[in-house]
């Protein structure tokens, strides 16, 4: 079996950075790679599997889904979608948060957790921190307790990390980058 430095360094080597996108002057770190890359993609979940292990799972909408879901399944867990508004057909509790250039809202099924559940908020990369703190304060409204927020890619100088930790959330990342 690989030491978890080489299965790290093996899941960074199937990020494809995308100079330039969605606009000038930001660098894309694309997870579709990985998940079309079966080791990869196992890799992940098995890091993911190893440190969460009695939890519940929210992914946050869209690629917070492709990790979340198969980790549900191999955790023999319950999972939860955090969406963008009005995708979600029943009652939603909804959460509104601050981005750089206005406002955003995330909504879940009022019914989705209830008191006492541990949930794992997932997402595949971590930036600023804004969307997980908003799906963390849902799964809170809830009721139910969020045990961790975690993620396959953190990128570090843009400081989500902290925002995250200073709502009271443990923040657990596979790779971390630099972006020097």
Same mark, same amino acid.
């Given at each position: ?11 960074? #080597?199937? /990020?494809? #950075? /995308?100079? =330039? ?5 930001? &660098? ?6 990985? /998940? %079309?890359?079966?080791? @990869?993609?196992?890799?992940?979940? =098995? ?21 979340? @879901?198969? &980790? ?9 979608? $955090?969406? %963008? ?12 948060? +601050?981005?750089?250039?206005?406002? +955003?809202?995330? #909504? ?8 006492? =559940?541990?949930? &794992?908020?997932? =997402? ?14 849902? $799964? ?5 307790? $969020? ?21 009271? /959330?443990? $923040? ?5 980058? +630099? &972006?020097?």
């Amino acid at each position: 079996m690989m030491t978890d430095v080489n299965n790290f360094q093996y899941v960074r #080597e199937h /990020v494809r #950075e /995308v100079p =330039d996108f969605p606009k000038k002057g930001i &660098l894309f770190l694309d997870v579709t790679t990985i /998940v %079309k890359d079966a080791k @990869a993609f196992n890799m992940c979940i =098995d890091f993911l599997y190893e440190k969460f292990k009695d939890e519940n799972i929210a992914g946050i909408e869209s690629r917070g889904f492709i990790f979340g @879901a198969p &980790l549900a399944c191999k955790l023999k867990a319950g999972f939860v979608t $955090v969406r %963008k508004p009005n995708k979600l057909p029943a009652d939603t509790i909804k959460e509104t948060y +601050d981005l750089e250039y206005g406002t +955003d809202t995330i #909504e879940m099924h009022a019914d989705a957790v209830k008191a006492g =559940d541990r949930v &794992l908020v997932i =997402d595949d990369l971590l930036a600023t921190g804004g969307t997980a703190v908003a799906a963390c304060n849902l $799964v809170k409204k809830a009721g139910a307790d $969020v045990v961790a927020s975690a993620f396959i890619i953190e990128l570090d100088p843009l400081k989500g990390r902290e925002k995250i930790e200073a709502s009271g /959330v443990n $923040v657990v990342s596979m790779l971390n980058y +630099d &972006l020097d």
